[in-house]
């Protein structure tokens, strides 16, 4: 049920950002390069309402407005209204809407949203993970050579931390290395098997907590980079097929 809960969420958000994508939105910057347009912010309102509404006695922690709601509440509805902003804005058909409830600290139920391809990634603890109707799962390449990786940047390029030295490393042994833009996306392609793994060191909670469900849920293994255990809190995700995953943390712990 709750699952059902967040896919109309996800289809609602979806549909203003499609709808704003074809009328005129404003643009804002948060930093150098990072943006804020009024589609991250009208469809981050209509997911707060629509929780507060339905599920008064839990908390929400959403992109744009912080950590609302009750604050003793065992229940985290953590939100992304637009992951992959910039694509958004230069009008590049690769966005989403992220969803996912923790109980505990822990994600029980995650969505990833494509309103442009209508594409719903949804998985709930325990029962697997799906793609539209299809159940799906990560894919079965066994080694760096034959793989196909996915990565992203800070907004910050200027931090030494900036992913750069990753990134060349891993671009000389594999078939490539996409920036797709964004992560949470990013995440469910590795749970379908379009992609193989994905790392990224400075994320958000709400970039990576569905989305690591739904390739937990796909077969896949998901860890933290500098420390074996991934959390959400740290920044930092490993996610891969599983095969190929100690061959990535060897590269991503190489030194330069
Ligand atoms: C960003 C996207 C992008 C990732 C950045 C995120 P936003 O989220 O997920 O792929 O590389 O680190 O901040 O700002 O578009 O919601
Ligand atoms: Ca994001
Ligand atoms: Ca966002």
């Known amino acids: 049920m709750l699952l059902e809960n ?9 549909k203003i950002l499609r709808d704003k994508l074809d009328e005129d939105f404003n643009v804002e910057y948060k930093g150098e390069i990072d943006l804020v347009t009024d589609a991250d912010k009208a469809a981050e309102h209509l997911l707060v309402s629509a929780i507060t509404k339905a599920f008064p006695q839990h908390a929400i922690l959403a992109e744009e407005g912080g950590k609302l709601g009750n604050a003793d509440s065992d229940y985290l ?4 209204p637009l992951d992959g902003t910039t694509n958004f804005a ?13 109980e505990q600290s822990k994600p029980i139920i995650g969505v990833v949203y494509n309103p442009i391809s209508d594409e719903m990634f949804a998985a709930e603890q325990g029962y697997g993970a799906w793609l539209n109707d299809r159940q799906i799962r990560v894919s079965k390449t066994d080694s760096l050579q034959k793989s196909l990786l996915c990565t992203g940047f800070p907004y910050d390029m200027h931090q030494p931390n900036n992913n750069i030295d990753n990134f060349s490393r891993l671009v000389t042994k594999t078939q490539g290395v996409l920036r797709l833009g964004s992560a949470a996306l990013d995440l469910c392609y ?23 469900l739904i390739v ?19 920044g930092e995700i490993l996610a891969s097929n599983g095969l190929i995953h100690q061959a990535m943390l060897e590269q991503l712990t ?3």
């Open 216 to 234: 937990h849920e796909a077969g896949g293994l998901v860890t933290g980079i500098s420390q074996p255990e991934f959390e959400i809190a740290k």
């Open 90 to 102: 230069h009008g590049v058909p690769y966005f989403s809407v992220s969803i996912a409830l923790l």
């Open 190 to 212: 590795v749970a379908c098997g379009r992609i193989d793994g994905f790392w990224e060191m400075d994320l958000k909670p709400w970039d990576m907590a569905a989305g690591a």
């Open 77 to 80: 509805w953590v939100i992304d």
């Open 254 to 256: 190489a030194r330069a």
């Open 6 to 14: 967040a896919k109309d969420l996800a289809y609602a958000a979806g």
